[in-house]
């Protein structure tokens, strides 16, 4: 399912280039579940930028839901981004379009039809507790509200893997259980979650394999 | 709640509408369609006229007869002149000139008084040929043994001056379409690449979230066609009273009446000049989508 051999990431171009992670090693097969823990600065947000493919690996050899990344055409990227679901930091939705559209998007980009996105995208927003908003624009929701949105964004769409980066972050503690419960009914039917997260009251709660990164290397497998 | 989840045709997933503005744009290209219309007006009218002269002209030869009316043996100058030139092979017609027919023709230097000029007049014989006409050597010659001091004059070397000129005017009008043409695509391009720059954050989403480089620019696409579109029609319409003055001033060259009215002014435009530029609206678009399509691909090419 994701496999990474020596993959290091820099950023930055010419003298200003950094190296923010280096040679990382490690599985996650089908179907499993890994936190993703590690201090502010230490590479999650990276990492999790190269398994949506919104960075490519500078070095090493990535290779995502069966494919090898390195050899990759560049039009194989985007079916590939289809099938990973990510819920951002900062959210990420768009401000133009409302609720409801924000949702929809990932299925209206697969060219899914309007009648079977209006079923799923409704049914989701009634899950994470919007569906009185579904016209609302995300500047008039709390940020609980639109970390919610963004989760049923990444969601929708039925990924395979699922990248999520803080997301208990901006929601109360009866969102956050509501959400880690999602999260392992979507791994139980099948779906590969990687979750980056500083609260580790919640991987205690959740006990579940354990990835730690420090200054861009892993040091914790387990 | 049903109506707002119902996607409207032509639904602004990246909010493009924002991005490329429906002022600016338009009034650049219609501004781009203007000159455009102006610079075909001048192809045509060249065109136009290269044909009129050529008809008018082409294929005439013009034989001046100093003294027409002295006697050589029994016979006037200006006879054997006739004679001569329906003797000849080549040559389709003749058609001699009355005083009054000169007359006219010397007004613009005598005036209108040449009733009683003292000065003799050469008799002057208009002569269609036929295909290739005559050899010239052979007629000047035939011309010079039947009235010695008789001049020819063939029009065949100013139409080709004159066609000449039609010609650097038609390439002078069609280099200044380029001209426009390519401001155009650099207008529409610069247009997008700060569309671009303002939608940076919704297109770096849209594309996290799988779509393929021509979902994203076939949004601006659509947009910069519409806007291209509608600004080369109000720029078309606009040069429509220049283009209709214009050729009212130009009707008396083509042998034409000057136009009557509006309506007269308007009906004087040539047919292929209308075409021309009714063309205008569509080719905006088609350079506004090629561009803008061109432009965002070779941009999201910085996304991985």
């Known amino acids: 399912m994701v496999r990474l051999d020596q993959v290091g990431l820099d950023l930055g171009r010419g003298d200003t280039r950094t190296a923010v992670l280096h040679d990382l090693s490690f599985d996650v097969p089908e179907g499993g579940f890994r936190w993703l823990l590690g201090e502010s600065g230490a590479g999650k947000t990276s990492l999790l930028r190269l398994l949506c493919l919104s960075a490519l690996p500078t070095n090493g050899r990535l290779n995502l839901l069966g494919c090898d990344i390195a050899s990759a055409r560049r039009s194989d990227l985007p079916p590939l981004r289809r099938r990973i679901g990510v819920v951002f930091q900062d959210f990420r939705l768009l401000p133009h379009l409302s609720v409801y559209d924000n949702v929809a998007l990932p299925l209206r980009i697969a060219g899914r039809p309007e009648g079977q996105i209006r079923v799923d995208a409704v049914e989701l927003l009634g899950w994470v507790g919007l569906s009185r908003k579904l016209d609302a624009r995300p500047a008039e929701l709390s940020g609980g509200e639109q970390q919610r949105v963004a989760i049923a964004r990444a969601v929708v769409a039925r990924p395979l893997l699922l990248l999520a980066d803080e997301p208990t972050g901006n929601l109360d503690e009866e969102q956050a259980e509501r959400l880690m419960r999602l999260l392992q009914e979507l791994n139980r039917l099948g779906t590969t979650v990687l979750v980056a997260t500083h609260n580790t009251a919640m991987v205690h709660r959740y006990p579940a394999h354990t990835l730690r990164l420090h200054e861009g290397q892993l040091i914790r497998d387990d | ?304």
């Open chain 2, 1 to 304: 709640m049903t109506r707002s989840l119902l996607r409207p045709p032509g639904f602004d997933d990246l909010g493009v509408r924002r991005a490329l503005s429906d002022r600016l744009l338009p009034c650049l290209v219609a501004a781009m369609a203007f000159l455009a219309a102006l610079a075909l007006a001048g192809a045509v009218g060249a065109t136009a006229l290269a044909q009129h002269w050529q008809s008018g002209a082409g294929g005439m030869i013009t034989v001046q007869v100093p003294q027409p009316g002295d006697s050589i043996g029994s016979t006037t100058r200006l006879d054997r002149v006739r004679a001569a030139l329906t003797a000849t092979a080549g040559i389709a017609g003749t058609r001699t000139l009355s005083d009054d027919q000169l007359r006219v023709l010397l007004r613009p230097w005598l005036g209108t008084t040449t009733g009683d000029i003292s000065i003799p007049l050469p008799a002057v014989i208009d002569v269609q040929v036929a295909g290739a006409g005559p050899d010239r050597a052979t007629l000047v010659a035939a011309l010079e043994t039947a009235a010695p001091g008789t001049l020819v004059e063939e029009h065949d070397r100013w139409v080709k001056r004159l066609a000449t000129l039609a010609r650097s005017l038609q390439a002078c009008a069609a280099l200044a379409f380029a001209v426009v043409a390519f401001v155009a695509v650099a207008v529409i391009a610069v247009a997008t690449r700060a569309g671009l720059a303002s939608r940076r954050d919704a297109i770096e989403i849209v594309h996290g979230l799988g779509a393929t480089d021509q979902f994203i620019a076939r949004s601006f696409a659509q947009r910069a066609t519409v806007l291209a579109g509608i600004g080369a029609g109000i720029g078309a319409v606009a040069a429509l009273p220049v283009l209709a003055s214009l050729a009212g001033l130009a009707a008396p060259f083509g042998n034409a009446a000057a136009p009557d009215g509006i309506a007269g002014a308007v009906g004087s435009i040539p047919l292929t000049l209308w075409l021309s530029v009714l063309c205008l609206p569509p080719l905006a678009a088609a350079i506004g989508w090629l561009t803008a399509h061109r432009t965002v691909r070779r941009w999201l090419r910085r996304l991985p």
